[in-house]
């Protein structure tokens, strides 16, 4: 009975490859975000989504894009990976842009 | 945008001591979230605290919005306790919509 759930957790890919990072959340949220935590562990909003409002960061390279079926999903697609891309990706959730936000257990990506 | 800053960044207790995490912040702010990252990783909520005090067993949080600060108390430490905290908040003027983060105090209880 996971919140906030991502698929897979890790990932191993080389340079040059499309992948999609997987993100359902069961706690009737109607906001998701995608973050990046750096080697650093600086964590970084990428998207912010909100009944098909889109917010996107402007640092983010536009080879990443959010896709959402519906309320409760919210997919990241990277188009040709790049070992910059190596992180950990968070996916989170919220009732609105206010309230109290949840995190899945992230998603380590590596690329080789 | 909004500046976090957290204090101290590295924190090494014994077990069984007690610590005051600092998170200060730029601008005025309508969410503040505290978060434990264990060492495997996950994002653990602690406290939502806009504003106001807290207790959650252990730990306790005070936000002071008007002075643009807020404490993490954490007592009795024990080892489980290791890990970063991160403060994270969302700016409450209009075009905010995300939470943004400090860069963590990194805790480690030694037995």
């Known amino acids: 009975d996971t919140a906030v759930s991502q698929t897979p957790k890790y990932l191993v890919t080389q340079m040059g490859n499309d992948k999609s990072i997987k993100c359902e959340q069961n706690?009737?949220?109607?906001?998701m975000y995608w973050y990046k935590q750096d080697s650093k562990k600086f964590l970084k909003i990428m998207f912010s989504y909100n009944n098909k409002e889109l917010i996107i960061n402007e640092t983010v390279p536009n080879r990443f894009s959010p896709k959402s079926p519906d309320k409760a999903h919210l997919n990241l697609h990277i188009n040709s990976l790049e070992l910059g891309d190596s992180a950990v990706y968070f996916c989170?959730?919220?009732?609105?842009?206010?309230?109290?936000?949840?995190f899945g257990q992230g998603t380590r990506l590596t690329v080789v | 945008g909004i500046q976090v800053e957290q204090s101290p960044p590295d924190l090494i207790l014994q077990e069984g001591a007690n610590s005051t995490l600092r998170c200060n912040f730029s601008d005025s702010v309508n969410n503040l979230q505290w978060f434990h990252q264990n060492p495997w990783g996950q994002l653990i909520n602690l406290f939502y605290i806009p504003s106001g005090t807290k207790q959650n067993g252990r730990l306790s949080a005070t936000t002071v919005a008007t002075e643009r600060y807020s404490l993490l108390y954490i007592s009795s430490s024990q080892t489980t306790d290791s890990g970063v905290y991160f403060c994270?908040?969302?700016?409450?003027?209009?075009?905010?919509?995300?939470?943004?983060f400090g860069k963590g105090t990194k805790l480690s209880v030694i037995p």
């Open positions: 994270a908040v969302k700016y409450s003027g209009a075009g905010s919509y995300q939470l943004t």
């Open positions: 706690l009737g949220h109607d906001t």
């Open positions: 989170a959730s919220s009732l609105g842009w206010v309230t109290e936000a949840f």
